[in-house]
């Protein structure tokens, strides 16, 4: 998944910017900075997870497999974080193997004899927030054909991405992306720039869509399909990002004051710029961020682990405080709606920063996107580990 990851300022004169500068030094001598993000990680026991005993994580299997198999890939000394080493996978990973149809009892069992929970907290802030992903589904051609004009991109070959960790140990998990020019790295093109043309969008189209919205909320997504004429479906997944922040657009809303806070949903947005035709593009290009795609050879959505989603299970969270493949328990709730269930951090996004933060997979379609689009609820963590990784955060 993508994406998700305020607003980056339109340039000014360079007398104004060193102004700024000067009276932005001043005043950080005065105003006590917030802590950084920090996970913090207190064990508890899993009669301690709210809803855990009349749970079904059997569900997770699936997912915590996929993962599996990626960790196995890694090289035995690969540092893992909180999650250990690889080594440290390979007992749950073998007795989550000889599983076979598990009811929830038998999971629930099998989980206790190979993890051990903890209760994650930023800097004594407990409270997480659990919004929702999907896949796309669209109507779509590989080339420009009626009303199918709107181009999905791929990556760019100028585009060049930075883990900035390979640099230095404290940038660990921070990533900058841009294009080389003489000899520089420089900020790569906006959502603006790219849509007037700096890229040649014809020679990076993968496929046309119909609606620029629908392309918008795909980026936002970070994963979709696309249904041809032939009938056959064009499977794309997340292959890079213009390196530019994320802004989310009903942010902005709010505070023009176009909607409430608690109405904002991916329904509600798309509603709003379906409703002001004059105003979405000015609105959506207020998000600089663009995401690039490529063709997947499956038939399902990819994460950033490298492993296919899993509807339900599959968790997008921030891979600088909680290591990809580690099951979360989420004990959340939005009004009277409670989700208690097992999932596994498999992917990330542009919006999905620190240790409480995640955006749960639904799966693909209209029925996803309806569970998926409203969704903003609030709660707690439970991290599980293997019972042999390190447990501090």
Not at 152 to 170: E, H, K, N, Q, S
Not at 214 to 231: A, M, T
Not at 315 to 332: N, T
Request: with cysteine; glycine share 10%; proline share 10%.
């Amino acid at each position: 998944m993508q994406t998700r990851p305020n607003n980056f300022p339109r340039p000014r004169a360079p007398g104004f910017a060193v102004a700024a500068l000067i009276a932005l030094a001043a005043l950080a001598g005065c105003v006590a900075k917030p802590p950084p993000p920090h996970l913090d990680l207190t064990p508890v026991t899993f009669a301690a997870l709210p809803g855990w005993n009349d749970g079904d994580p059997s569900g997770a299997l699936p997912a915590l497999l996929q993962s599996c198999n990626a960790l196995a890939q890694l090289p035995t000394d690969a540092k893992l974080g909180i999650a250990g080493r690889p080594a440290d996978w390979r007992q749950p990973c073998a007795a989550a193997a000889a599983l076979h149809q598990p009811d929830a009892a038998t999971a629930r069992r099998f989980f206790e004899s190979e993890f051990a929970p903890f209760a994650v907290s930023d800097n004594g802030r407990a409270a997480a927030l659990v919004t929702g992903y999907y896949e796309p589904e669209l109507d779509g051609a590989r080339r420009v054909h009626g009303s199918f004009i709107v181009p999905i991109l791929a990556r760019p070959p100028d585009l060049v991405g930075v883990d900035l960790g390979d640099f230095r140990p404290t940038w660990r998990g921070q990533r900058i992306a841009g294009r080389v020019v003489d000899g520089r790295l420089v900020p790569y093109w906006t959502r603006a720039q790219i849509e007037a043309g700096a890229l040649d969008r014809d020679r990076l189209a993968l496929a046309y869509i119909a609606d620029p919205i629908e392309l918008f909320f795909l980026q936002i997504q970070g994963s979709g399909r696309v249904h041809l004429p032939d009938g056959r479906w064009l499977e794309l997944g997340y292959d890079g990002q213009n390196g530019r922040p994320y802004v989310p657009i009903g942010r902005l809303l709010v505070a023009h004051g176009a909607m409430p806070l608690d109405q904002v949903s991916m329904q509600s947005i798309k509603a709003w710029l379906r409703a002001h035709p004059d105003d979405a593009k000015k609105l959506m290009d207020e998000n600089p961020s663009y995401v690039f795609f490529r063709v997947l050879p499956g038939d399902a959505p990819v994460g950033a682990e490298g492993v296919a989603l899993t509807p339900d299970h599959s968790l997008a969270i921030d891979p600088r405080f909680i290591p990809f493949g580690v099951p979360l328990w989420l004990d959340v709730a939005q009004g009277d709606t409670v989700t208690r269930r097992l999932a596994v951090a498999q992917d990330t996004g542009g919006a999905i920063t620190g240790p409480l933060r995640a955006d749960l997979f639904w799966g693909a379609g209209a029925a996803a996107a309806e569970r998926a689009g409203p969704m903003r609820a609030t709660g707690r963590f439970f991290l599980l580990l293997p019972k042999l990784a390190p447990s501090k955060g």
